[in-house]
């Protein structure tokens, strides 16, 4: 799926949320190098201040910390009324977490922090920041999803328990491809970035807390490393690319969802399909 509009914002400020560590460490360092002024958001102060000191010092840009939990009413409007200033013309929503589990093992607060980091923080960022970005003529949106957003019929083990996660996951996906449509030919780009394993500090905690230490970490899984989940998210970026799987060597595997996905809708008609017609036969 690739919608054209204008290209990927030389300049401006980046709000990266989840910045104090893995992929969003990494977008913070990236768009410094190219220039951007920063707005990093994450829960970890002294991981905060020590990688504002790293960029300033290194790229001379700008860069504030917001030290917030996305999953708090308060400190969401915060980061809100941050990211619907004038100078934003980048927004990473890359803060997450996962709370793996069973569904009727996990504690239903934190499978209600999932959905309020995952699902409500970043719509409510992608609303407080494209009003700005469409009047000012420039703007993009990057939301961090997953793979697991593609994985709903599978069982865990590999994979990890997360109903509530890939569910959340699944609403990024479709949230930034219709809002992508919604948009097309405007001067605003949406992106869904939907990474695989990633070599990151992610499965080390449920989310509930963040990893604790000021040294970043990786969990023992391994997988992709982050800088190269970045590359291919800002080149995708550039090429209009709405859904950017890192790994993903058949570009044309999009596509054959998206061709899946209009067969579903074809049957949106007025008319019972055969197999429910008849009582099932004992």
Do not use: W
Request: hydrophobic share 45%.
């Amino acid at each position: 799926m690739t919608l054209r509009s204008a290209s990927f914002p030389a300049t401006g400020t980046a709000v990266v949320t989840g910045a104090s560590s893995g992929i969003g460490a990494a977008y913070a360092r990236r768009l410094a190098a190219d220039g951007h002024d920063l707005v990093l958001v994450a829960r970890r102060a002294e991981r905060l201040r020590a990688l504002a000191a790293e960029l300033t010092g290194r790229h001379g840009v700008r860069v504030e910390t917001v030290v917030a939990d996305l999953g708090d009413a308060g400190d969401l409007d915060r980061v809100a009324r941050r990211t619907a200033e004038d100078d934003i013309a980048t927004l990473v929503n890359n803060a997450g977490i996962n709370g793996y589990g069973p569904f009727t093992d996990t504690d239903a607060a934190l499978l209600e922090k999932v959905i309020a980091v995952n699902v409500v923080a970043l719509t409510r960022l992608a609303r407080a920041a494209v009003p700005g970005m469409l009047a000012r003529g420039r703007g993009a949106v990057v939301n961090v999803a997953s793979t697991l957003a593609f994985a709903g019929s599978l069982p865990p083990d590999p994979l990890p328990v997360r109903a509530v996660y890939a569910g959340t996951k699944g609403y990024v996906v479709t949230f930034s491809r219709t809002l992508a449509a919604e948009l097309n030919g405007t001067p605003v780009r949406v992106q869904a970035l939907c990474p695989g394993l990633t070599a990151t500090e992610f499965h080390l905690t449920q989310g509930r807390d963040p990893v604790a230490g000021e040294v970043a970490r990786v969990h023992d899984e391994g997988g992709m490393p982050a800088r190269d989940v970045v590359t291919a998210s800002l080149r995708a970026l550039k090429t209009g690319e709405v859904v950017c799987v890192p790994g993903l060597a058949d570009a044309e595997a999009v596509d054959r969802l998206t061709a899946a996905e209009l067969g579903l809708r074809s049957s949106s008609t007025g008319t019972l399909a055969p197999r429910y017609r008849n009582p099932a036969r004992q």
